[in-house]
């Protein structure tokens, strides 16, 4: 509403669904609740305990402020490709359950992210619930370029190693939170991370604004794609 992309004629408030709070272990899989705000995410034992770059990446986003109002389930349900969340989820291979009057689905992070701002959900569906694989002995990183620290990132790459095999999730390289597949195959693969890393911004559109144009924000992927997989051991 605020970029006037949006003008509805009904606002609902959301934001006093505390059922929507929660952080709960359901099996091999974290479920957070949609309404989880960003703080509460940050600070859980239980998610820096299984799943650690879901933690790392949101004490990044904003500011204490932001975090404090924030929401899991708002940030995905908004398809921005500059948030640092949908990244971290595509590394962590996540699915978002959403529920209208024709029931409750669970959809693929992959599948979640249709388009500049748009996702999966259809106008009269609610994104209920966030589940995150859970990786206590995963080794990751977040690394974020911004200029300031509260700030949004120029670009960002999520990354984690489980058991042998790779994430790798970017933020701002493409109209959609994007997955670096390339690098995922080429670690899986056993290609050290400076050779892995060459090819994240292979096929990828981002955008070129006053932060920084194409050719630059290519190079910020490579490199922080590498850091990303040397501090998380590759
Ligand atoms: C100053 C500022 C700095 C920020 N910096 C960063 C940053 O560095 N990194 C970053 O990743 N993010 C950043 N953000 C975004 C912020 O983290 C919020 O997560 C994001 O704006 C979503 O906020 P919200 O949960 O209040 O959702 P809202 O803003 O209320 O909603 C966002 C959209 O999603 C829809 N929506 C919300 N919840 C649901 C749901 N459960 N089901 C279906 N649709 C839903 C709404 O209708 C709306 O279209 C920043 C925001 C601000 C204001």
Known sequence: MKYRLAAPA???DIGRLSDLSYVREDGDVLAIGALTRHRD???SDLVRAQTGLLAAATS???DPQVRHRGTLGGALAHGDPASDLPAALIALRGSV???????????AVDDFFTGFLETDL?????LVEVRVPRMPDARWSFQKFNRRAQDW???GAAVVVDGGSCGVGLVNMDSRPVRAGGVEAAVDSGTSAADAAAVAADGLEPPSDLNAGVEYRCHLARV???RGLEEAGC
């Open 10 to 12: 009904l606002v609902v």
């Open 41 to 43: 995410v940050e600070t």
């Open 60 to 62: 990044k986003v904003g």
């Open 97 to 107: 359950v959403v529920q209208g009057p024709a029931g409750r689905r669970e959809v």
């Open 122 to 126: 259809a106008p009269d569906e609610l």
């Open 153 to 155: 990132a120029i670009v």
């Open 224 to 226: 922080l794609t590498r």
